[in-house]
């Protein structure tokens, strides 16, 4: 088991309710995330949440040359390990309610795309909210925002609130088809 396995475990055993995730991320799963990540000109993107950096491996596939590429993450052990293993990726130890102020400090004012691994469902609606309010506030008019949720927290009423709140934010919510190959099956919002 790599370390950056290990670091998620044990992020997972130390704050479960933080973590919100049983595995990493499929690559079926990161692909689609992904897809909004711009292949073309010198975009900035932000990660929310990277975990292991499954997601961030996806962005990088599809970042060209020149691009910026940052990730927002809580747990201090993650930030460590994923600078050890993403060394390309600007990991941000912080909160992403602070997102706004985070960018600011490295001059970041606009951003292309927000790529969210964030347990959502664990939320309350005040955290929901002010997270996708700094995202729709740093993407502009014409940026694209991604996120997951699992299939079996769906009935949920912090998914439901969140579904909703989606539908606040941005002008288009877009609902993937489920992802079968992920543990567990997760769908993702394609939000603009």
């Known amino acids: 088991m790599d370390r950056t396995t290990l670091a998620f475990l044990g992020a997972a055993l ?6 919100g995730a049983v595995a990493p991320s499929s690559s079926a799963l ?4 992904a897809g909004v990540v711009p292949t073309t000109g010198t975009p900035t993107v ?6 292991t950096g499954a997601v961030s491996t996806a962005i990088v596939e599809r970042l060209p ?3 910026r590429h940052l990730a927002v993450e809580i747990d201090p052990r993650m930030v460590e390990a994923l600078r050890r ?3 390309q990726l600007e990991v941000i130890e912080g909160d992403a309610r602070d997102l706004v102020r985070l960018l600011g400090e490295r001059d970041v004012t606009r951003v292309d795309a927000v790529v969210s691994g964030l347990p959502w469902a664990l ?3 005040g955290t929901q909210r002010a997270i996708l309010a700094a995202a729709r506030q740093l993407l502009g008019g014409t940026g694209a925002f991604t996120t997951f949720a699992y299939l079996h ?19 288009e919510v877009e609902v993937t088809e489920p992802v079968w190959r992920n543990l567990p099956p997760a ?5 603009r």
């Open 14 to 19: 130390r704050h479960p309710g933080r973590v």
């Open 30 to 33: 990161t692909a689609v995330l």
């Open 46 to 51: 932000v990660e929310l949440g990277p975990g």
């Open 65 to 67: 040359a020149g691009a």
């Open 85 to 87: 293993s993403q060394p």
């Open 123 to 125: 939320f309350d609606g």
């Open 153 to 171: 927290a769906l009935r949920f009423p912090a998914a439901r609130r969140f579904r909703g709140l989606l539908g606040e934010v941005f002008d």
């Open 187 to 191: 769908l993702c919002y394609v939000c």
